[in-house]
């Protein structure tokens, strides 16, 4: 019979392969075996009958991409690091967003007092009411964001990215200035920014609308580094724009050509690993990513290492998530593009 890998790693065990840091890779694997009832189960692209929807069984599966067992066992150690925003995490991020970006800037917006008697009312009523939340890409369940926050009365709330491509500037100003509740405000929200590149999709509807005095809060739930330094270049000199994400990403988490890291630490190996089986991650397949070890963009990449319950960024390690002729991955991402997607 094959070996599972509870007996693997319980080989690895006895044959003193321990990894650095301390760990037994059974502990490991206890670790990730509660992971996964916790969160891994949760991840909505491999839930589909075209994929393997047994976490462990795909966690083999990856494991067997590399023939060394020294890589392999990086692998291993590489799963429990990764950082897995779920739907609880999700649920705290939208209700976050609105009790500490949103409600500061318009606070700040309406010069509201709070000594007043009325600010409580004031305050609920221009949140609910007079603002407009969209998302920048169809990647942010806005529907979930405002059930969660009790928001509702606004008929449409689409994402800008397909807005600026397929809308009409002037019609959306004057959906949000003609309605018999004006929208004073907009909200832009996003699930994920790694190097904003989708910020710059949204752009052509956002600058009209700052250009016509509509003040707009971009509120991204999680971002990296590089996003944070897209989106004040993009939208930085407008004064009525205002940037607060919730939860911005330290430079710790990301393993990429320009990261520095301790020798022979795990971010070392992983660096090191990315590098060298890149070529088998991407494999001979015609739609081949545009990214390159590290994630997109190309060359150095971000090298995050962050999974979303709904899907995987392409900001994220490619090992972890693109699927090739001669690559399966643990998280596939489910790509927009769909000579991106290898099935």
């Not at 949103?102 to 009411?129: C, G, H, K, P, Y």
């Not at 971010?267 to 060298?276: I, M, N």
């Not at 397949?285 to 709904?310: E, H, I, M, R």
Request: glycine share 6%.
């Amino acid at each position: 019979m094959p070996e599972t890998l509870a007996e693997r790693v319980g080989r690895w065990d006895l044959s003193g392969a321990v990894s650095v840091g301390g760990d037994l890779f059974n502990q490991i694997h206890e670790r990730i075996v509660f992971l996964q009832h916790v969160h891994y189960d949760q991840y909505l692209p491999t839930q589909s009958p075209r994929h393997q929807t047994d976490f462990e069984q795909r966690l083999e599966s990856w494991l067997d991409n590399l023939s060394r067992e020294a890589d392999r066992q990086i692998l291993l150690e590489l799963v429990p690091q990764t950082i897995f925003f779920g739907r609880d995490e999700f649920s705290s991020l939208y209700q976050a967003a609105i009790r500490g970006p949103v409600t500061r800037w318009i606070i700040e917006l309406n010069q509201l007092d709070f000594m007043a008697e009325d600010f409580n009312t004031r305050l609920t009523t221009e949140v609910s009411t007079h603002t407009w939340y969209c998302a920048i890409s169809d990647s942010m369940p806005m529907s979930d964001f405002c059930h969660v926050n009790n928001l509702g009365g606004i008929q449409y709330r689409p994402d800008f990215r397909a807005l600026s491509e397929l809308g009409d500037p002037t019609k959306i100003l004057n959906f949000m200035k003609q309605r018999s509740v004006p929208l004073k405000r907009l909200v832009l929200l996003e699930d994920f920014i790694g190097s904003g590149s989708q910020l710059e999709d949204a752009k052509p509807v956002a600058d009209h609308l700052l250009a016509n005095n509509v003040p707009i809060l971009l509120v991204p739930l999680i971002i990296c580094p590089d996003g944070v330094t897209a989106a004040r270049n993009l939208f930085g000199s407008s004064q009525h724009f205002r940037f607060d994400p919730v939860l911005p990403l330290q430079d710790d988490i990301f393993i990429n050509a320009l990261s520095t890291t301790s020798p022979d630490s795990l971010a070392d190996r992983v660096k090191e690993l990315a590098r060298r089986c890149h070529s088998q991650v991407v494999g001979d397949n015609a739609g081949a990513p545009c990214y390159g070890p590290f994630g997109f963009p190309s060359p150095n990449g971000t090298g995050a290492t962050v999974v979303l319950y709904s899907n995987t960024p392409d900001n994220t390690l490619p090992l972890i998530h693109h699927r090739s002729d001669t690559w399966r991955p643990l998280f596939q991402r489910s790509s927009r593009e769909m000579n991106l997607d290898h099935g």
